[in-house]
């Protein structure tokens, strides 16, 4: 009697670890890509680039800059898992190195750290919509929001183009065209 209910212990493990694991190993997105865009009002260039390390996992490195004389750098580690087959949870954790064009006492920019929570969907077959949350914290008193909202057209596996509206507190309200190549 003891081995039956052991064996059925080990078949029930089995089982949940079979249908768990497939489903937290593959991810409905690609998170190795580089990403080059531009702002529009105030106008400026951007790039950002993610490399997967492990499964769930992949490192994130950003810039931007208006060129005037401000610059926004960041890099760090972040997480993706999917929620169902369709829609990906991701976030991620940066230093910051932020000068912004009226600074004129930090001459190699500010640092801070920040956390960014998103979600991105497929909700048609080449079309992704994606929301991002976070903050940027420079010191105890300035905790800027970042909240990004935006759509993705995948042309092929390799090449997609997107528009995000940003509202952060780091710029002014603004509009990213982006090109993502996907590697």
Do not use: C
């Amino acid at each position: 009697m003891k081995r039956l209910i052991k064996l059925r212990v080990i078949r029930l493990v089995f089982a949940l670890a079979a249908v768990f694991s497939a489903s937290t190993m593959a991810t409905n997105f690609n998170y190795n890509n580089l990403e080059i865009g531009f702002t529009g009002n105030p106008s400026g260039l951007g790039a950002t680039g993610q490399l997967a390390f492990m499964d769930g996992a992949h490192f994130v490195v950003s810039g931007s800059s208006q060129f005037e004389g401000d610059w926004i750098a960041s890099g760090g580690a972040g997480f993706h898992a999917p929620i169902n087959g369709f829609v990906d949870v991701h976030g991620d954790a940066r230093i910051y190195s932020v000068k912004f064009p009226e600074d004129d006492k930090h001459d190699f920019g500010e640092l801070a750290y920040g956390v960014n929570v998103g979600v991105r969907a497929w909700i048609l077959p080449q079309i992704e919509a994606n929301l991002l949350v976070g903050q940027v914290a420079f010191d105890s008193d300035d905790t800027r929001s970042v909240v990004e909202l935006g759509g993705r057209f995948h042309s092929t596996d390799l090449l997609s183009i997107g528009l995000n509206y940003r509202a952060n507190g780091l710029y002014k309200e603004q509009f990213y065209f982006n090109v993502r190549f996907e590697f």
